[in-house]
């Protein structure tokens, strides 16, 4: 075969660049172009909002057991061991405010957000993959359907506005976990844990964290869509995109939960 | 040969595609004319698959033409590709039923968009007699995980006929099954054929489906459509490469 031109000469780039570096940067550049098709489409007709209302109910209603269960095990086992060496430094009394700034703040939306990742983020990616292999995807298309618009964009609407929800409800979950641990030990009531939790909470604590939930649901969803769409090499890599949404979307949420700090020390909030 | 079908609906030229240094499709041609129905027969992995997919606008390809009634695939926007491919239909080779998604939802969903005009009493008869024709009325409530291989087929093929298209493209509708469900759905594609006045593009490998279905043959090899006639006149060429699809008889 003759070797146009075009084909020999090699980019500068190219030669110092090893290739996984170069492969990083194209994907984050096509994720980065899928974010802004997802923008696109979203603003324009025909909205599919019976398809999100659908997609709502399954990321955030069925979610609700597992995120419930996982917020009530940190809340009590968050209290119990913090316990301890609060007692020791004769700061028990302390114990609310700590349980409810800790909760609220960080570990309720980052825990949750994990676990979201791994159930909802696979979920999709190997949904969508399994729909682009199975030619489901190609279907749609010929059917005069927008398939980015019917699937993609239908679930990153549903994990924004859901994981925020099902952060909000795990906090309070979690919450009732601390207060089950401290009714252990002493008789406090639910009234004067509860007082004490929102008397050390401010507008600073709680708005941050209800920001960086959306950004997290966000890039659950964008992820887990991302993957499963562009997924190929048959079932293998139906698996292999489930796992690689997993992977990224919960080296995302660290990276934002990293971002958010930042900027709220910078806007003051800390 | 041309003389007994309508004016040419689907004109391929010199079509060209490749994926990256492979180059699949190298000087493609074919003319489809109306109420004609035509076979393309070719090994695993020659291109049969890709050039039906080229036609419908689902890959671009590098060089050459597609015209579909008349319109140059490659120079539709997402709008006019939409109301072309409302008049093709397409039955995948994997069936590609929405498996999140009933048997009456499967056939709803392509009237979504193209149907918006009908009532739903209309969708509704509209869906009943598609799966009346393919013989699965009883099966419009299940799932499509419930459904065996040859009525997945037939469904798929109902799904894409429920826009009354005047262009049915197969993609191996008869791979994957046995001979005798393989038979029914030649049979059936025949009778979707007469009763809607369809034509077609059917890729198979299936001789008895060829036989059956097609006016004309055409055999791909190395990206060019190296021969084409009837059945009968490709089953008596002396061509070696031609004759190795037909011993299989």
Known sequence: MIMSPRNTIQHPSSSWMSPKVKEFFNEAGEIAQFAGRFFREVMLPPYEIKEAIRQSYRIGYLSLPLVGITAFIIGLVLTLQSRPTLVEFGAEAWLPSMVGISIIREIGPVIIALICAGKIGSSIGAELGSMKVTEQIDAMEVGGTNPFKYIVVTRIVSTTLMIPILIFIGDAIALYGGFLAVKINTSVSATLFFHQVFNSLTFSDAIPAIIKSYFFGFAIGLIGCYKGYNSKKGTEGVGRSANSAVVIASLLVFIIDLMAVQITQFLGFL | ?249
Do not use: W
Request: aromatic share 6%.
């Open chain 2, 1 to 249: 040969m041309s003389s007994e079908y309508g004016e040419p609906i689907i004109e391929i030229t010199h079509l060209e595609k490749s994926f990256g240094d492979n180059q699949v499709l190298t000087d493609f041609n074919l003319t489809i004319r109306r109420g004609e129905n035509v076979v393309v027969l070719g090994k695993s992995g020659c291109g049969k698959s890709v050039l039906i997919k080229c036609i419908v606008g689902l890959l671009n390809y590098q060089g050459g033409s597609i015209k579909v009634f008349g319109k140059e695939i490659a120079e539709l926007n997402q709008h006019a590709l939409d109301e072309l491919r409302a008049r093709i239909g397409f039955v995948f080779q994997s069936s590609a039923l929405y498996d999140s998604m009933t048997v009456r939802e499967n056939l709803e969903f392509s009237l979504r968009r193209h149907g918006k005009h009908k009532t739903k009493e209309e969708v509704k008869m509209l869906v009943e007699e598609m799966l009346t024709n393919v013989g699965l009325l009883h099966a419009i409530d299940l799932m499509p995980s419930e459904l065996s291989g040859g009525m997945r087929k037939r469904i798929g093929l109902a799904r894409s006929l429920v826009l009354k298209p005047e262009i049915v493209l197969y993609d191996e509708p008869t791979t994957g099954l046995d001979p005798i469900t393989a038979k029914e759905i030649s049979n059936l594609m025949l009778l979707m054929q007469q009763k809607y006045n369809t034509s077609s593009i059917i890729i198979s490998h299936d001789m008895h489906c060829a036989q059956l279905t097609a006016n004309r043959l055409t055999v791909m090899i190395d990206g060019i459509n190296y021969a084409q006639g009837t059945f009968n006149e490709l089953s008596s060429m002396t061509d070696p490469k031609v004759h190795a699809f037909f011993e299989t008889i």
